[in-house]
């Protein structure tokens, strides 16, 4: 009797050990074919909407990935008459062989308050490379003080302004040239600036510092860094936010579109064919100027972290 017991036993596992193989036998399929449908459903997706950032791109396609690395930034339209004169000019210059000096120099441009509490390091930089250097202030508030003859009778002064007063014939002396932050005028003191070192041919590179700037290297390995190179160093990126994309107007259109506004730092370090096409400048300098300004449109738009940015951006 208990054999039989046991015997049945036996036959009960047997069948519970092949109910469960079969069971498992039966969900492998289901699985593998799940798996498959959801590969297919991604890619047809993938396919129809390509991706849109540049690592899922290298990541889920072989197509298009040149758009990350390369933004379009001209839409496919027909150019204004103003933008086509404006890029035949930059185009030439930038096309057109740097002046060959003999004695090639860096202008350092200062954009300062006032009196430069560094200059005695500056000082001991400058020293001993007097014929490979200029040196251009701008004080903005009061007449600097300085101690080192690098910097004396270097001073650009604030442009003056003949004003005529309403119903009279005569003329007035007013100050202009004021230098207030977050307003248009530091991109007119960035470009006079250049403007009055590009006097000089034989500066070749620009060098936009503030009154906190301080070397960090010997002269020689400045010097030689920024002649050795054939590039400008200027900050430019995309920020989405509302301090950067955000600042935009729709008024620039269709010179500056939304997709090519950038932000970055005002200070920069220029070769002089960059600097020669911000001088030539008008269009995007008059957008600028009229539509980047604090409480514009219910926007805070401060040109002189956007303007060149942006400005580099479409055109070189």
């Known amino acids: 009797m ?38 297919i459903i991604f890619l047809i997706t993938a396919f129809l ?8 791109c290298y990541i889920f396609s072989s197509r298009d990935c040149t758009l990350f690395n390369e933004p379009s930034i001209f839409t ?7 933008e086509t004169r404006s890029h035949v000019v930059f185009r030439e210059i930038l096309n057109t062989p740097p002046i060959q000096s003999k004695n090639p120099k860096i202008a350092f441009l200062f954009l ?31 007449k600097p003080v300085h101690t080192s003859h690098y910097f004396i009778g270097r001073d650009i002064h604030r442009e003056t302004v003949l004003k005529r007063k309403e119903g009279k014939k005569k003329k007035k002396l007013s100050k202009d040239g004021r230098v207030v932050w977050g307003k248009f005028s530091m991109v007119d ?17 620009f060098v936009l510092l503030s009154d906190s700037c301080v070397p960090l290297h010997n002269f020689d390995y400045v010097y030689n860094y920024l002649m050795l190179t054939n590039v400008s160093f200027i900050d430019c990126f995309v920020d989405l936010g509302p301090h950067g994309t955000g600042r935009y107007s729709e008024r620039m259109m269709p010179e500056v579109e939304k997709n090519a506004f950038r932000k970055g730092s005002q200070w920069f370090s220029m070769k002089r064919q960059h600097a020669i096409i911000v001088m030539a ?11 980047c300004k604090p409480h514009m449109d219910g926007r805070n738009c401060y040109s ?13």
Not at 192 to 205: G, V
Not at 283 to 289: A, D, H, R, V
């Open 49 to 56: 909407y390509p991706p849109t950032t540049s690592a899922a």
């Open 112 to 142: 300062t308050p006032g009196t430069l509490y560094f200059e005695p390091l500056w000082d001991k930089f400058f020293r001993g490379h007097e014929d490979r250097f200029s040196v251009y202030v701008h004080a903005s508030r009061e």
């Open 189 to 205: 003191i960035e470009r006079r600036l250049l403007a009055r070192s590009l006097l000089d041919p034989d500066n070749q590179q």
């Open 304 to 316: 002189d972290e956007h303007y060149l940015p942006t400005f580099f951006n479409v055109d070189d």
């Open 2 to 39: 208990k054999a039989t017991r046991a015997w049945q036993r036996r036959i009960k596992d047997i069948l519970l050990m092949s109910g469960s193989r079969q069971r498992s036998r039966l969900k492998r399929p289901v699985w593998i074919i799940v798996l498959v449908t959801f590969v």
């Open 76 to 82: 496919a339209r027909e150019l204004s008459d103003e």
């Open 281 to 291: 400048d008008n269009l995007y300098y008059k957008k600028f100027k009229n539509y």
